[in-house]
């Protein structure tokens, strides 16, 4: 028979082409150790939920009286459900045009977009404009329409940190442009040095590559730092002086675990920069339900704001939202519950209040776990966990462990997280599948277990590593970084 | 300033080429003559909760509950929810992990999955495979996944029907294909003549596209045909000789409004072929939770289920569907809720038989209430709605209504639905943005309007219509089809 279309040798090249490592081999082996009855540590994917982060009493009722819309009418109703639930729900339910089960519009409720709009300017100070924020399926589904938005072959290049998170290089590689790495800086806590750029840039260009978007994802995934103002200052003026678009990856802007470098967004260090560079650059800014306290990342809820982007651009994203008619409606109403949360004196706002505090002071404590623990085990160092949620440690690996995995056929870093896989049903990603210098080897893991349990996921993680160490170690010193 | 990324000239060509009609400009005008104050009958998407339909309560109360899981153990649950919602909603947060805000597998959740195969095999009599089932956000997505998936460039060819819905043509801009049409015989109440394929592949071949695959929509939007069991026969014939893959969009198989020509399933008629042709046809059918008796749009769920798909190609679809991590929860759980209905017996039986037959039979009064209503207009035929959610009368529009349209600078049927839209609100959509044959004209319109208000709305149309014919008329006579 000649070939079919869906046979692998006759599929889009770049569909092959996408590498996507949260979900990759190590995922793989894990699922099928967890088939066959071993305990599993998922810390691949920051799934909070997964690893019983317990979702937020409020916005849950509101939703479940959403779905439900006939339990207002029942006169039991408030057994259940407290009043500002009720309310909250009606105020919902009366922006939708026929309940959670009608399409809305492509770009999302308009309600719900001027709640984000509230929100992102009680947040920087400056006003949002609701016409220029879509909501999404999630962050991920809007960095993916505006990347195809942007990307027309491989002469186009977009600038993505290295570590990254894989989205970026899949989402490349799938719409056919060309990634172009700038690193940050593991000595200087993950640090973003402009200097960096312009390599990485005139390295492109040297390539006939035109570099036309930057993307930065603060706090960092999988770096866990967080961009100071001055930083981001320094960026924006590069993209002004380039004329690159920058895509502001904040969904874990609710995730800060210091105070010395309080999140701050790319939007409102561009306003406050004034013109011309603020009226000049094109920033479009990403964020979602699905980390912070909701950590609702099974809803599917995002969305995205554009900023400086001329009105035919718009349109022309409106259109293609379109093809796919509206993003889910119950997580556009998620998304206006985390924007527009409860206030002094709401009935339910003492438990809001306890139950978000608690999960982000637990996280904090977490990341402060989970640092000093990686920071203990031999030929392992660790930046601290500014935000996000996720550490990043190096592994420093003894020659003679990358022989023996070049003897297995893999990866190093895929080999050891592999064998801390078989030892201890910790799954988590080889700093491969981000991204790293040549020859220096990281893992990730989230920093979600609980935090009951963290100390002995922590104690069994240094038992393996430093056998490990022990085992390959010649003893005869090797260079770090 | 050099032009930016996000400047209209410099976007992705394959994005401005998109075409959307069903939110285009008729969708526009009417949403500005709402906020005008002007009542819109919005008969443009096929969305029935938008226009009154209601969802039906045992869904609605098993997601309610697994949004709002605490209530499970609420000693008053019992007076709200009937035990066997609260049995089902138990059933599905147990093959969650970690309720509904956690991501699932990026082919969603096992446990549905399975669900849909059984349902899959009880409808169609053959086995089918949990493995080579993904869960979408709604069909649209698996639509545009799988086009993604084959589309290599502008060399290779899509059949697709003409009249079709817009997310082919859509999708297959974006992606860069060529979408190579095959006219439905409006005369053979929307037919499918295999001799018209062959014509269609030749001529594409003479321009150097090789077509790779072929798409189906039955019951057909916008047209409502029915595919009969001999039609899919020769189709997946067809497929075989050109070694096709047939993409079977089988959304409104519960949207069947006659009883001479049951759906029935691509896959049911392609195992029924025996080998080699079962063997070798490579198919994907989609289905959805937006339409039949559900028609939860807004929730975005959907799956599609491969049959003769390589593993490795399935594999591959599963790496690009883990780069958005998952697709919704809730919606998976209605899915699974769809696929897996009340049995008799079940407490709510009664009451989901009674809903769920109210709302189809309704929509078959209405079927017939508008072909009727087409039919006894001036210079309008229109083919009865065997399936699916729309009519789509052909408007046989007079020279003289033709040269106005030119006169104003817009498409002739454009021109007639504007008119329309102005004089009674109700919101169409023209025919040229489904594809039609040179010099003819259709409109769609969706056959979802409440029952009670059809009456109305029907001779509010057929009032504009006369009239419209009466000025433009000259009594000259000319020709149709
Ligand atoms: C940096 C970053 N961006 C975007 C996303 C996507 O999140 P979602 O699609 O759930 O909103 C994630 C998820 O882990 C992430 O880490
Ligand atoms: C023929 C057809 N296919 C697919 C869809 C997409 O439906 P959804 O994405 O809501 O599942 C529609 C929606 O109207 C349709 O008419």
Redesign the pocket.
């Known amino acids: 028979m000649a070939p079919k279309a869906l046979d692998y040798d006759s599929l889009n090249e770049n569909v092959k082409k996408v590498q996507y490592a949260?979900r990759g081999e190590l995922y793989l082996r894990a699922s099928e150790l967890q088939k066959e009855g071993k305990k599993i540590i998922f810390t691949n994917?920051?799934?909070p939920h997964a690893l019983g982060q317990k979702p937020l009493t409020f916005p849950r009722q509101v939703i479940a009286l959403c779905q439900a819309p006939f339990l207002l009418d029942d006169p039991n109703v408030g057994l259940l459900f407290p009043a500002d639930a009720i309310a909250r729900a009606k105020h919902y339910l009366a922006m939708t045009s026929g309940g959670l089960g009608a399409y809305s519009d492509s770009r999302g409720m308009p309600g719900v977009r001027k709640e984000v709009a509230n929100f992102i300017e009680r947040r920087d100070g400056y006003p949002s404009d609701p016409e220029v924020i879509f909501l999404?399926?999630?962050?991920?589904?809007?960095?993916m329409q505006i990347l195809n938005t942007i990307i027309r072959g491989e002469g186009d290049g977009v600038l993505v940190p290295v570590p990254?998170?894989p989205?970026?290089s899949a989402a490349i590689s799938l719409f056919g442009g060309s990634l172009v790495p700038y690193y940050l800086e593991e000595t200087a806590n993950w640090g973003l040095d402009v200097n960096q750029l312009r390599q990485s840039v005139a390295q492109a260009h040297s390539k006939g590559i035109t570099v036309r978007a930057m993307v930065i994802?603060n706090p960092?995934?999988?770096t866990g730092q967080c961009l100071s103002e001055a930083n981001l200052r320094e960026i924006l003026h590069y993209c002004y002086q380039e004329n690159l678009v920058l895509l502001g990856?904040e969904?874990?802007q609710q995730n800060i675990y210091q105070d010395e470098r309080p999140f701050i967004s790319a939007r409102k260090v561009l306003m406050g920069m004034g013109p011309p560079v603020s009226k000049e650059v094109q920033l479009v800014s990403?964020?979602?339900?699905?980390?912070g306290y909701f950590g609702e990342?099974g809803q599917?809820?995002?969305y995205f704001e554009m900023t400086n982007i001329p009105p035919k651009t718009v349109d022309e994203i409106y259109k293609v939202a379109s093809v796919s008619l509206s993003p889910n409606v119950p997580a556009q109403i998620f998304m206006g519950l985390m924007v527009n949360p409860l206030k002094p004196g709401d009935l339910s706002y003492e438990q809001f209040i306890r139950e978000s505090k608690g999960i982000i002071e637990s996280l904090r404590r977490r990341a402060r776990m989970m640092t000093d623990g990686f920071n203990s085990c031999k030929n392992v160092i660790c930046n601290f966990t500014e935000g996000?949620?996720?550490s990043f440690p190096q592994i420093r690996l003894p020659p003679k462990a990358i022989e023996a995995a070049k003897k297995a056929g893999k990866v190093p870093d895929v080999f050891y997280c592999l064998k801390l896989l078989e030892a201890t049903g910790i799954s988590t990603v080889p700093g491969s599948g981000f991204g790293q210098k040549e020859g220096v080897f990281h893992l990730r893991t989230t920093i979600l277990p609980a935090e009951e349990e963290m100390p002995e996921i922590m104690s069994s993680f240094k038992k393996f590593n430093d056998e490990f160490m022990e085992q390959y170690d010649d003893h005869s010193g090797y260079s770090r970084l």
Chains 1, 2 share one sequence.
């Open positions: 949260v994917v920051g799934n999404t399926d999630g962050a991920s589904k809007g960095v990254q998170y989205l970026y994802i960092g995934n999988p990856d969904v874990y990403f964020h979602t339900v699905s980390k990342c599917r809820g995002g996000a949620m996720y």
